[in-house]
């Protein structure tokens, strides 16, 4: 979401590290580019002005001034600003009698369907609860079907609402029905409109009256900028909220709505939807946002994914094997499997601090085509010659190329890169067992 910005902040962070020594006109150039950045990525310009002065203030201090790298001091003073506007880290409120009820309040079309969804997941496994989903939106039939749909898939009950239905009996029988069944959180899914009206909140103040909601978070989708703010300030005016979730933060938005909305609004962003699949939902870290924004990578999240979507068991049982009996095509399968659960590439490559600018030059669509053409390849390989390709003739090969519906070249430039990766890990094979061990252990738990 944050590229352009990204770029941008990236050029005047460049020439500000070229500097010597800083002085107050070039402070002041290096931020009248940072406010031209920010603006075009439709932040907030009440944010922008109070950002950009407190950063000027500190910038001209003395430590930063006589600093041996004023440079770096600058952009480390922009972060922690960042970072303040973006609001300190906060977690979810679940310190509540059960059943606690979380109501969901947006616009249709933000998402709240699918964060219902996303969000029973991430409390069923992180928090270690028992979700119940309620359908409230009782106007759009798919609706209902969706969170059904949801429901089933991730092993999680959804009450039985109807077309039609009165929404607030609806959410009444349903905290209800959670209480006496032993939910202990309740995520309503309630209805949206196109815009906020006057029909849409006092539904939502019924609901809110009956239910007595414990938390009402606002789902926003961050792909509308600065409207974003203007719907949180509306909905906000009706039923106080307390937390946003920003959806669609993966998008190609400017971005300018995730960095406006904590300040305009003083309440947290509590979760951010990075992606489509229903796993996509990550607690919001305000200063891991701020190195994104500003091109620091965030590893910490990358090795989060790392725990959560590969097999650490299988991993080290691999590493083990490949050490013992050498590289096969097999673990080479094994490989591109575990880079395939974390995610697109693009997003991945993202995390990682200091590769930045090297995205640039990245076709990634490209790049994941070939990783689904190496995995046709090799699936269409017998067992057996992933762990002996010594086999692999050429009529073999011509067979696996048609089998994966690519060509004999794909499968020689396969075979050849496989050929690589084995020296390397060869190579890496003389640290010994224990010193392989430790380098995996970056990735621990």
């Known amino acids: ?52 002065e407190a950063v000027k203030g500190r910038a001209l201090g003395a430590d930063v001034m006589e600093s041996l790298t004023p440079g770096q001091q600058f952009i480390k003073i922009v972060h922690q600003e960042l970072v303040k506007v973006l609001g300190e880290p906060a977690r979810l409120n679940l310190s509540f009698k059960p059943p ?37 939106d009782v106007y759009r039939p798919a609706a209902i079907d969706q969170l059904k749909t949801l429901g089933e898939r991730l092993g999680i009950p959804v009450h039985p609402t109807r077309e039609n239905d009165d929404p607030v009996k609806v959410a009444k029988e349903a905290k209800k029905y959670a209480q006496d069944h032993g939910y202990d959180v309740v995520i309503i899914d309630t209805a949206g409109r196109l815009h906020i ?16 909601p414990q938390q009402i978070l606002l789902v926003v989708d961050a792909m509308t900028g600065q409207e974003a703010v203007k719907v949180a300030q509306g909905f906000h005016q009706t039923i106080p909220l307390d937390g946003v979730i920003f959806t ?16 305009v609004l003083g309440k947290p962003i509590l979760f951010a939807g990075v992606g489509e699949k229903l796993e996509d939902l990550e607690p919001f870290h305000p200063d891991r946002m701020a190195s994104r924004v500003l091109g620091m990578g965030d590893i910490l999240t990358l090795i989060e994914q790392a725990q959560d979507k590969i097999d650490l068991k299988k991993a080290q049982e691999s590493t083990e094997r490949m050490l013992k009996k050498g590289f096969s095509l097999v673990d080479f399968q094994e490989q591109l499997g575990q880079m395939k659960r974390l995610g697109s590439l693009e997003k991945v490559v993202g995390l990682i601090p200091g590769i930045g600018k090297m995205k640039e030059g990245i076709d990634f669509n490209q790049a994941e085509k070939d990783l689904k053409k190496k995995g046709a390849i090799l699936s269409s390989m017998t067992a057996q010659e992933r762990l002996n390709p010594k086999i692999l003739n050429g009529s073999r090969r011509l067979r696996i190329a048609k089998g994966s519906g690519t060509q004999v070249s794909d499968v020689n430039r396969l075979l050849k890169e496989f050929e690589e990766m084995k020296k390397m890990v060869d190579r890496l094979g003389k640290f010994g067992l224990k010193g392989m061990k430790q380098l995996g252990s970056l990735f621990g738990r």
């Open 197 to 212: 009206d006057e029909t849409l909140m006092k539904e939502l103040q019924k609901i809110r009256d009956k239910v007595e």
């Open 1 to 52: 979401m944050f590229a352009d910005l990204t770029q941008k902040l990236g050029k005047v962070f460049d020439r500000m590290r070229g500097y010597g020594r800083l002085s107050e006109k070039n402070i002041d150039e290096a931020l009248r580019d940072v406010r031209l950045s920010l603006l075009e990525a439709d932040v907030n310009f009440k944010v922008v002005k109070e950002f950009t």
């Open 100 to 136: 606690v009820v979380i109501l969901l309040a947006g616009l249709q079309g933000s998402g709240k369907t699918t964060t219902a969804g996303k969000l029973a997941l991430h409390l069923k496994k992180k928090e270690k609860r028992e979700p119940y989903l309620v359908p409230a």
């Open 248 to 263: 669609k933060l993966d998008g190609d938005a400017r971005g300018g709505a995730a960095l406006s909305l904590r300040h």
